[in-house]
T-cell receptor, first 115, second 118 residues
Framework: QKEVEQDPGPLSVPEGAIVSLNCTYS??????FMWYRQYSRKGPELLMYTYSSGNKEDGRFTAQVDKSSKYISLFIRDSQPSDSATYLC???????????????FGQGTILTVHP | GAVVSQHPSRVICKSGTSVKIECRSL??????MFWYRQFPKKSLMLMATSNEGSKATYEQGVEKDKFLINHASLTLSTLTVTSAHPEDSSFYICSARDASGSVRETQYFGPGTRLLVL
């Protein structure tokens, strides 16, 4: 079983739709949860960062964490063509030593928002 | 916001040559930098963790003599692909961990370096 599972899609939605992206993880030691957006041939860009269960909102983006179910989600409201990209969930534990800061990524979900 | 740069953005080289890629944190100090490799339509694969002033920690299966990492300062880490071969062609991305500020436990990524070995 992979540590982090993410549906690779691809996901295609019309402009204005609500998009739901999800990841599940297996290790309850994970404590920090991030969502990155990656445009083609570019480095990942941090979208959302959270470390507690519940919802965190930033503009059209809402990150949701359910630690009891080991499930995280990213919701995009009023999706735009410019949101078309690959979305990666990333999770980090609290281990020290040389593993400190190491992220575990999901496979990435390819999203296309068409006009 | 935190900015990480990479240089060069794209490099084409002949088989057998060595290529150096630089990763810089522009507006923060990064005691830890990470090097990733990404194949088309795939997720990021961590290659190594680079700590300033100490030896890098390589992931299983990554050849340390092949991929030399130097983290000589708090804002610069370099990855050298030695004796590159066509199978080393890939998209290499670095990231830097900002250990200060309000979002201090996450990583900021560079724009990536596309390497093509002929």
């Amino acid at each position: 079983q992979k540590e982090v599972e993410q549906d690779p899609g691809p996901l295609s939605v019309p402009e204005g739709a609500i998009v739901s992206l999800n990841c599940t993880y297996s290790n309850s030691a994970f404590q920090y949860f991030m969502w990155y957006r990656q445009y083609s041939r570019k480095g990942p860009e941090l979208l959302m960062y959270t470390y507690s269960s519940g919802n965190k909102e930033d503009g059209r983006f809402t990150a949701q964490v359910d630690k009891s179910s080991k499930y995280i989600s990213l919701f995009i409201r009023d999706s735009q063509p410019s949101d078309s990209a690959t979305y990666l969930c990333a999770i980090r534990g609290n281990a020290g030593g040389t593993s400190y800061g190491k992220l575990t990524f999901g496979q990435g979900t390819i999203l296309t928002v068409h006009p | 916001g935190a900015v990480v740069s990479q240089h060069p953005s794209r490099v084409i080289c002949k088989s057998g040559t060595s290529v150096k890629i630089e990763c810089r944190s522009l507006d923060f100090q990064a005691t830890t930098m990470f090097w990733y490799r990404q194949f088309p339509k795939k997720s990021l694969m961590l290659m190594a963790t680079s700590n300033e002033g100490s030896k890098a920690t390589y992931e299983q299966g990554v050849e340390k003599d092949k991929f030399l990492i130097n983290h000589a300062s708090l804002t610069l880490s370099t990855l050298t692909v030695t004796s590159a071969h066509p199978e080393d062609s890939s998209f290499y991305i670095c990231s830097a961990r900002d250990a200060s500020g309000s979002v201090r436990e996450t990583q900021y990524f560079g724009p990536g370096t596309r390497l093509l070995v002929l």
